[in-house]
């Protein structure tokens, strides 16, 4: 009647003579019985995006494949509200969810079930980009990690520049969701088969060595995630049926401070040899996962650095990804087995033939400057271009209680214009400090006496990086944050290092800690030890040892590791570790 009333007009009266003659009517009857003459536009769903193809292949895939596929992720956003609201009323409880939306499909609101360790809570992972966040936020993640308390109620910097939020309530999560929105920021496509977090310099806009400013671009990228360009809505559906989750880093300087060789995507700045129009070389495929650590490949392939030739790669990588990606076993359901798959340089060619890519300018890779570039610091005091001052903190293991968060805030709106940056080192700077105001932060109680943020914490202390570890994370093996920070303090007691020895900690093989990149890493796994009161060796939880790992411009992953099996307490750890930085990296006893 609809399709009849726009065509023809309204020819229904209560007058029961028609408007129109007879024969109109019959031929508009025809047109309402043939099938084929009405289109029904297809819903917009992160499945509408996939070829038949990756249909089938998903359908016989994993189990979180058919998940997708039996209810498209999109919908998570409206059950979140619903389900929170039934909580409330007293309809239900948690446990009455569906468990594959509870578990996986609220992942994509960002909350993400902590069904192993503290069921009932969930952890938010946000979206913090650039690592640039305002004091007003930052004192909202406070106030939205307090009521549940100090030993569950945490805020976490994490090894994307980001912020994971703990303790929360399914409840609780649209009062969350709206605060954030409501302060610019949000946490949707976080969790689950999403592009995670953009990560660019934090040192963007304030950097004497800077050669792009990363922070148009990562905007640009996390607008192509979160937003749908036709309706304006929260979430891209283009992006909602990835096989597998996706990194993507802009690098601004020769630090490679997001740490490009571990993304999908890595834009790395470089000047065109020729005529000096600054640009990226463009690198592809870096992952860490439990069964096998990757370090991105160069196509040879060097853009302008353009938001449009940015976006571009991005789309036209991402669309090869999101179709051609494995959807049978999620261990190489990332973009490196993709580019193996085909061998680089096919890969090249598939990648240039995409239609996202026409008319954009394409070159082969740009050679960086010969001249050797020593890697900056980002804790501690360092003067900027304009004379005024950035101020690194050092949060350790990045864990900040609620008193801690707000701390921070404090001293943003105070001596920062309200601005705080995050570090992938999971630290955090107060940029734009004036100089004649230095002396008066550095005396603030939060950054001395009992407080552990510290701006001068030392060469051990405060390069010492962790991933969330067992007291929250049923995959980790050992406890990380509180041993991380412990053994820190001890081996700063043991011993003196000529320059920053960063330590990293992860409790399984998945290295979100990322030991591979770090000058000693350590991954908790099973060790055994004598016990003398049975004369037998007894497991206990211990770590593997990984040495030298490099992290800019001239990255490398230590693979395989120094050590395995060596136990978890200190006086079985610290000695092992002692010795190490006195053979590698030139320790001696204090």
């Given at each position: 009647w609809l399709v009849w009333r726009r065509r023809f007009g309204t020819i229904w009266r209560r007058n029961p003579e028609p408007r129109v003659p007879a024969e109109t009517v019959n031929q508009v009857k025809d047109l309402m019985a043939a099938p084929r003459s009405i289109t029904v536009p297809k819903k917009r769903t992160g499945t509408s995006y996939l070829p038949e193809e990756t249909l089938e292949r998903a359908e016989a895939g994993t189990k979180f494949e058919k998940i997708k596929l039996a209810k498209d992720?999109?919908?998570?956003?409206?059950?979140?509200?619903?389900?929170?609201?039934?909580?409330?009323?007293?309809?239900?409880?948690?446990?009455?969810?569906?468990?594959?939306?509870?578990?996986?499909?609220?992942?994509?609101?960002?909350?993400?079930?902590?069904?192993?360790?503290?069921?009932?809570?969930?952890?938010?992972?946000?979206?913090?980009i650039n690592g640039i966040v305002s004091s007003e936020q930052m004192r909202f993640?406070?106030?939205?990690?307090?009521?549940?308390?100090?030993?569950?109620?945490?805020?976490?910097?994490?090894?994307?520049?980001?912020?994971?939020?703990?303790?929360l309530t399914l409840e609780d999560g649209p009062a969350m969701l709206d605060g954030l929105h409501a302060l610019n920021q949000t946490c949707i496509m976080t969790g689950f088969d999403n592009i995670r977090n953009m990560v660019g310099n934090p040192l963007a806009g304030i950097d004497e060595n800077e050669m792009v400013d990363t922070r148009p671009f990562t905007n640009m990228l996390n607008d192509l995630v979160t937003l749908d360009e036709e309706t304006g809505e929260r979430g891209n559906p283009v992006y909602c049926n990835l096989p597998r989750k996706f990194n993507i880093c802009v690098s601004g300087n020769r630090d490679d401070y997001a740490h490009t060789h571990i993304n999908d995507i890595g834009f790395q700045p470089c000047a065109h040899a020729t005529t000096g129009e600054m640009g990226f070389n463009v690198v592809f495929g870096g992952y860490m996962s439990i069964k096998r650590v990757a370090e991105s490949v160069s196509l040879d392939l060097w853009i302008p650095?353009?938001?449009?030739?940015?976006?571009?790669?991005?789309?036209?990588?991402?669309?090869?990804?999101?179709?051609?990606?494995?959807?049978?076993?999620?261990?190489?359901?990332?973009?490196?087995?993709?580019?193996?798959?085909y061998g680089?340089?096919?890969?090249?060619?598939?990648?240039?033939?995409?239609?996202?890519?026409?008319?954009?300018?394409?070159?082969?890779?740009?050679?960086?400057?010969?001249?050797?570039?020593?890697r900056r610091e980002l804790?501690?005091?360092?003067?900027?271009?304009?004379?005024?001052?950035?101020?690194?903190?050092?949060?350790?293991?990045?864990?900040?209680?609620?008193?801690?968060?707000?701390?921070?805030?404090?001293?943003?709106?105070?001596?920062?214009?309200?601005?705080?940056?995050?570090?992938?080192?999971?630290?955090?700077?107060?940029?734009?400090?004036?100089?004649?105001?230095?002396?008066?932060?550095?005396?603030?109680?939060?950054?001395?006496?009992?407080?552990?943020?510290?701006?001068?914490?030392?060469?051990?202390?405060?390069y010492t990086v962790s991933c969330t570890g067992s007291q929250f994370c049923g995959l980790a093996m050992v406890e990380t944050k509180q041993n991380a920070e412990r053994i820190a303090e001890r081996l700063d007691e043991l011993i003196s290092v000529p320059k920053p020895l960063r330590i990293h900690w992860t409790g399984c093989p998945n290295s979100c800690g990322q030991v591979q990149c770090a000058d000693i890493g350590l991954m908790g796994g099973p060790a055994k030890k004598f016990n003398p009161e049975t004369g037998k060796n007894m497991a206990v939880p211990g770590v593997s040892i990984f040495v030298g790992g490099r992290i800019g411009e001239d990255a490398?992953?230590?693979?395989?590791?120094?050590?395995?099996?060596?136990?978890?307490?200190?006086?079985?750890?610290?000695?092992?570790?002692?010795?190490?930085?006195k053979e590698h990296f030139g320790a001696t006893d204090k």
């Open positions: 992720t999109t919908a998570a956003f409206t059950d979140l509200y619903e389900y929170a609201a039934k909580i409330r009323a007293g309809e239900m409880t948690w446990q009455d969810v569906e468990d594959a939306d509870i578990n996986t499909r609220l992942k994509w609101t960002g909350m993400l079930h902590r069904a192993k360790k503290n069921p009932g809570t969930f952890m938010i992972r946000l979206r913090v993640y406070a106030k939205t990690v307090e009521p549940y308390g100090p030993e569950v109620g945490v805020v976490d910097i994490t090894t994307r520049q980001n912020i994971q939020l703990r303790g650095a353009t938001l449009e030739a940015a976006r571009a790669v991005a789309v036209a990588t991402l669309r090869i990804f999101r179709d051609e990606g494995d959807r049978k076993d999620r261990q190489k359901a990332r973009l490196m087995w993709v580019i193996e798959k680089v340089v096919a890969f090249r060619k598939k990648l240039l033939e995409e239609p996202a890519l026409a008319g954009v300018r394409v070159e082969a890779e740009q050679r960086q400057d010969s001249a050797t570039y020593t804790v501690g005091v360092h003067t900027q271009p304009d004379g005024r001052m950035r101020v690194g903190i050092n949060v350790p293991t990045g864990r900040l209680s609620v008193a801690e968060a707000r701390s921070i805030a404090d001293l943003a709106d105070k001596y920062s214009a309200g601005e705080i940056r995050l570090t992938v080192e999971q630290n955090a700077m107060l940029p734009n400090v004036e100089a004649a105001e230095l002396a008066a932060l550095l005396a603030e109680p939060a950054l001395n006496g009992a407080s552990r943020l510290r701006v001068e914490p030392g060469n051990i202390v405060g490398y992953l230590s693979l395989d590791p120094y050590k395995k099996g060596v136990p978890l307490e200190d006086e079985d750890l610290l000695p092992e570790l002692v010795a190490i930085a």
